[in-house]
């Protein structure tokens, strides 16, 4: 919200307070200014200007060249406004001026061939107004040279201030103020509200009924009779402008006039509008169509509050009013509404129909019901002095049930116990009485408070202890240098996650942390994706039910700007629906899985190398490497019970007999649809799984102390056997001094046949107790042959026939 | 003979000071002292000198060996020190990579806030992504239909249950499942229905901070914090506390830091203001302690929570928050 410092000054006198003093102070007790505009200085360089000559551009049909002159000197200026006119007061701006709407310095320019020293300006262009209807033309007795800033009277400075939801008090000049006062111990000045009233009984003129108090506890009114509407004046409209808002005419302009001033939100009706001269507040009964003061037609939705005449809603209570009783230029009649509306109805029509308003903002939010009479006076007041007419004698208000100040009690042990320090009695009690508190009673350990209601916010003691905090300064609170822990055992739930990034680091992959929303048609692949209620589009509708598609999305974005060799993981939620409807944690599942994807080259153009594409056996390798390291020492890969379809060549990865997760290619035709056209070697797996699984404590091994001997051969076999059908054969079917068989060589020849290969295999023989003796190990390696040969037809290679 | 041996000395001297290459040495060597050599000629030699002079004979042809050896090899280490130093392959090839990988930067930095919380005594804890409508909200004292819930735009994936807006909910959990003295920090994703855009993503990584005890208060929370703030920006930082509002804590603040782009003279990060808002923080509301059957009389508590985009975005001098979910190699590479 914009605060303007001048019109703040007017309820608080501390001329002695700097406005850098005031802004400081205001963001230390939670109303941040988060922008300054201070007018003062931002229209340097910016000066009344007189044009000598004008001359159509040489060049340029549009553009003009004038000369203008700031008294002193003349700068040739290209303009290209249609309104500008030899002999006219301009808004001149030198080179080195700050147009705000550009939000640049104006440097020397050469426009279409022409040297132009400044520019003319808009109100647009200097954020005055949204105006751009050309350049300004001010009044022919305007000063030549002199500053803008002076000519308009913008000395002033406007803040902008965050205002928390909590805070709806300060949404107004005087709530602001009433901060300033318990800072400085000052107290504030209200304008005076005493209306002259003329004889005429406003009941006589209107009447209200109001028929759900629920929703409107207070409905006051009064009646302005005669009224001239017209044009601000130049103050007011200044106030409005500085503050961001639309000069209308005299009487709107009050009314917002008074929601800045005040916080409470007004409005002025149309009295010879009003069918019967009749208010009724009441409840739609249907969803309803209106039409609002800015013309559009919109569905009320059932339930909302209503403001209607005799037969027809006139007003979308606390939100916005009709087209059908605005103030025109021909109302004479008029009929002020100064209410408080329930915050929980106004929120709850104005977030269906989402419009938020001045008033309905204010409303939602909470003002004082207990300020209105004050309000609707001061309204009735400005009125008659800026627009004529008679007051009416008394004020429509009804109220059946007084909202009362709360009174809370407050034990000053508490503040202690809370911030940590104690604050001294009497400062608490000048910060109570600062805020517009009162003390209803004082002892030695406790206190009374009574707090108006225009802080809706404050409703208990832990709300009044930040308020003592609030005023005493964060920043005055010490600083705790020790801190006890007890000797408890503490728990780190991201400790496996971060063990496995240390791994997967190390073997070479990059983590990636891709987007949990994602297109729907593509999420149905990996599962029955949990769907976005209301998701930003339709590429973002669902949530990912397998971390494959961000996979993919990273690859080929990274394709598309020439990185095509990638070695990734990612840790992180997939989501699958359970049931239709998620009233439930049971109704869907959320799992943690990780993924480890390889694409294009592992060996990439190098001096000391060759070229060599990823393949499946580097996914498997560092998947074997990565259990390893997590201690797991059973670790093998199966043909999968279930095949999923967006995968070829898949595998389960099963670790102490458990299927933890999937490795293979990703198949060929999702590759197509993310226009991808390198293979891909993908795995993911589930955490969960992998978490729960037991890993034991790896016993030491005794190192070799005497020799071991290494055996290498070659069979020639059909390609249907495996390696692993090969190796457990071997281990099988041998003695104990065969410690470790490993491949070395796969290859396949013409020579061999069509359906054969040769795998060469080492053997490492080992005896813990002695050392053996090359008989031993000869006569096992031959035995090992002969069962190999015998068991898969296998040849020996070098016994090729 | 003893001429001779002089002689043979006086040659060596001179062929050993003027060597220049390992090879000259071994030929040296093979002349005076090889088998075929000068020297060991003279051994040879040495049963047909005259009894009463083998003696001196003797003991001159083995001081000339010793010298001869001696110096030899004296000059051999340096011969081979000085080959050493040449180099004979162009080592300004580039070495050979075995790449190591790299974390993710959101992960590296909450690396970096995580171990120093850790060395506090605080846990770590996680959450879940989809969350109840009453662990996200109704629990942190965000009563149904209050202005409050508008500070987040909410994904819903049904009337009950949303993608949770900020770890809060994990404060739940945490003290639904834990007895005090709790200290924890909760890390996690976190979801806001925002458009996407250079400076909002419509997911972001957060982490929560909660402390309760019996005696946990403000000035404590103070400590604490600018304790963090210390560790992670440096210790020469210049901090402070502003009152803000946040459902779940009361009082609230807002902790700034001063701007390090600019050193708190204002610039278009800290928007001309001199600070940068670095996390949100507070004293446990009442109402939540309730919501998980704490005694607020009783126990007091404090939380905190921080965006770790902003904070890596600002560190790295990052200007579009995509850049860190678009996963470009080239982005990956470079931390």
């Known amino acids: ?801 | 003979m003893l001429d001779t041996i002089k002689k043979i000395r006086q040659e060596a001297h001179e062929a050993l000071e003027n060597i220049k290459n390992l090879n000259e040495l071994e030929d040296i060597k093979a002349k005076f002292i090889g088998k075929k050599g000068e020297l060991t000629q003279l051994f040879k030699d040495l049963k047909s000198v005259e009894r009463e002079k083998i003696r001196e004979v003797g003991q001159a042809l083995n001081e000339v060996k010793t010298f001869i050896e001696n110096t030899l090899a004296e000059k051999r280490e340096k011969l081979q020190a000085q080959q050493e130093k040449t180099v004979d392959f162009d080592f300004t090839l580039p070495g050979r990579h075995y790449n190591i990988g790299s974390k993710h930067l959101i992960v590296q930095t909450l690396d970096e806030i995580k171990s120093i919380f850790k060395k506090l005594g605080f846990s770590i804890y996680e959450g879940p992504e989809i969350e109840s409508d009453f662990n996200n909200f109704e629990a942190l004292n965000f009563p149904a239909d209050h202005p409050a819930r508008d500070m987040q735009d909410t994904f819903f994936v049904s009337d009950k249950f949303l993608l949770r807006t900020h770890t809060s909910p994990v404060q739940i959990r945490v003290m639904q499942n834990n007895t005090p003295p709790i200290r924890a920090i909760m890390p996690g994703k976190v979801y806001r229905n925002e458009a996407i855009s250079a400076r909002s993503y419509c997911l972001f990584h957060q982490l929560e901070g909660l402390a309760v005890d019996t005696d946990i208060t403000f000035a404590e929370l103070k400590g604490t914090l600018v304790h963090f703030a210390k560790e992670f920006y440096g210790s020469s930082l210049k901090y402070r506390f502003r009152p803000s509002f946040f459902p779940f804590t009361e009082p609230s603040a807002e902790m700034d830091i001063t701007c390090y782009l600019c050193g708190g003279k204002g610039c278009r990060v800290c928007k001309g203001t001199g600070w940068l808002e670095i996390l949100g923080c507070g004293m446990v509301d009442p109402n939540v302690f309730k919501s998980v059957n704490y005694d607020s009389e009783e126990l007091t508590g404090y939380a905190f929570g921080m965006g770790i985009e902003r904070i890596a975005l600002l560190k790295y001098g990052i200007t579009d928050i995509r850049i860190l979910f678009d996963n470009d190699f080239r982005f990956l590479s470079q931390f």
Not at chain 1, 71 to 97: D, H, I, L, M, T
Not at chain 1, 221 to 232: G, L, Q
Not at chain 1, 287 to 299: A, G, N, P, Q, Y
Not at chain 1, 522 to 541: C, F, M, Q, R, Y
């Open chain 1, 1 to 801: 919200m914009k605060i303007s410092l001048n019109w703040l000054r007017n309820f608080i006198n501390i001329p002695e307070v700097s406005n850098e003093e005031i802004i400081e102070k205001l963001t230390s007790v939670g109303l941040e200014v988060e922008a300054v505009e201070d007018y003062s200085k931002m229209y340097n360089n910016i000066v009344v200007g007189f044009v000598k000559e004008k001359q159509k551009h040489p060049n340029a049909d549009k553009l003009s060249v004038t000369v203008v002159s700031d008294g002193k000197e003349e700068f040739k200026v290209v303009c290209g406004a249609p309104n500008c006119q030899q002999g006219k007061k301009v808004v001149f701006a030198k080179v080195g001026a700050f147009i705000p709407a550009f939000g640049e310095t104006l440097k020397k320019a050469k426009i279409r061939g022409e040297e132009s020293f400044g520019m003319l300006c808009s109100e647009k262009e200097l954020m005055l107004s949204d105006s751009h209807d050309g350049i300004m033309i001010l009044n022919d007795d305007a000063p030549v040279g002199t500053e803008i800033s002076k000519y308009f009277g913008l000395d002033d400075c406007v803040i902008e201030i965050g205002i928390t939801p909590n805070r709806p008090d300060a949404l107004s000049h005087i709530g602001v103020a009433r901060d300033l006062a318990a800072i400085y111990g000052k107290s504030i000045n209200l304008p005076d509200d005493k209306v002259i009233e003329a004889d005429i009984d406003v009941n006589t003129v209107a009447k209200v009924v109001v028929k759900n108090s629920i929703d409107c506890p207070r409905y006051a009114a009064r009646v302005v009779k005669n009224v001239k509407v017209k044009e601000s004046p130049e103050w007011l409209k200044k106030r409005l402008k500085a503050v961001g808002l639309r000069p209308i005419n005299n009487i709107v302009d009050i009314t917002n006039y008074l929601l800045y001033e005040t916080g409470q939100p007004l409005h002025a009706f149309d009295l010879n509008m009003l069918k019967d001269n009749t208010i009724i507040v009441k409840s739609a009964e249907t969803d309803t169509k209106f039409v609002t003061l800015d013309s559009k037609e919109r569905v009320v939705p059932k339930d909302s509050l209503f403001i209607c005449d005799a037969e027809k809603p006139v007003a979308l209570a606390g939100i916005m009013g009709g087209e059908n009783s605005e103030i025109s230029e021909k109302t004479t009649n008029v009929l002020i509404e100064c209410a408080y509306f329930n915050p929980t109805r106004i929120r709850k029509t104005a977030k269906k129909l989402q419009i938020s308003t001045d008033s309905s903002y204010r409303f939602e939010r909470g003002c004082d019901p207990n300020n209105v009479i004050y309000v609707v006076n001061r309204t009735a007041k400005l009125i008659q002095e800026l627009a004529g007419g008679e007051i009416c004698k008394g004020i429509i208000d009804v109220y059946p049930e007084k909202i009362p100040n709360k009174v809370i009690d407050f034990r000053l042990g508490r503040v202690k116990q809370i911030l940590g320090f104690i604050v001294e009695k009497g400062k608490i009690e000048s910060i109570f009485k600062g805020l517009g508190f009162k003390i209803l009673n004082s002892d030695v350990n406790s206190l009374k408070v009574e707090v108006p209601t225009f802080r809706p916010d404050i409703e208990r003691e832990i709300d009044l202890i930040e308020e003592v905090a609030r005023i005493y300064g964060y920043d005055n609170i010490p600083v705790v240098e020790k801190i006890s822990i007890p000797m408890k055992s503490t728990v780190d739930e991201s400790e496996y996650n971060d063990k496995l990034r240390g791994i997967l680091t190390s073997l070479g992959c990059y983590e990636i942390i891709s987007n949990s929303l994602q297109k729907k048609e593509l999420a149905v692949i990996t599962g029955n994706p949990v769907k976005v209620l209301n998701p930003i589009s339709s590429d973002l509708e669902v949530l990912r039910t397998s971390l494959l598609q961000g996979c993919l999305n990273t690859i080929v974005n990274n394709l598309n700007v020439g990185e095509k060799s990638l070695k990734l993981f990612e840790i992180g939620h997939v989501f699958k629906q359970i049931n239709e409807n998620i009233n439930a944690f049971s109704d869907f599942t959320e799992k943690e899985h990780l993924m480890v994807a390889l694409t294009g080259t592992s060996i990439n153009d190098v001096w000391y190398d060759k070229n060599r594409q990823y393949d499946y056996f580097d996914l498997k390798g560092i998947v074997e490497e990565l259990f390893s390291k997590l201690g797991f020492n059973d670790i093998s890969f199966a043909k999968p019970e279930h095949h999923y379809q967006y995968m070829k060549n898949q595998f389960e990865i099963v670790v102490n007999n458990k299927i933890v997760g999937y490795l293979g290619i990703v198949s060929a035709n999702i590759l197509k649809k993310f226009d991808i056209n390198q293979a891909v070697y993908y795995a993911e797996i589930e955490l969960d799984i992998l978490k729960s699984l037991k890993v034991n404590i790896r016993k030491f091994k005794e190192l070799q102390k005497y020799p071991k001997v290494i055996k290498d051969l070659a069979f020639i076999v059909d390609k249907n056997i495996t390696y692993a059908e090969l190796e457990e054969f071997i281990y099988k079917n041998s003695k104990n001094i065969l410690k470790f068989v490993k491949p070395f060589d796969i290859f396949e020849s013409d020579e061999f046949g069509k359906n054969n290969r040769s795998i060469a295999i080492r053997l490492e023989f080992y005896d813990e107790n002695m050392t053996l003796t090359e008989e031993v190990v000869e006569k096992e390696f031959v035995s090992i042959i002969e069962k190999v040969r015998n068991k898969f037809n296998a040849q020996l290679r070098g016994e090729v026939k």
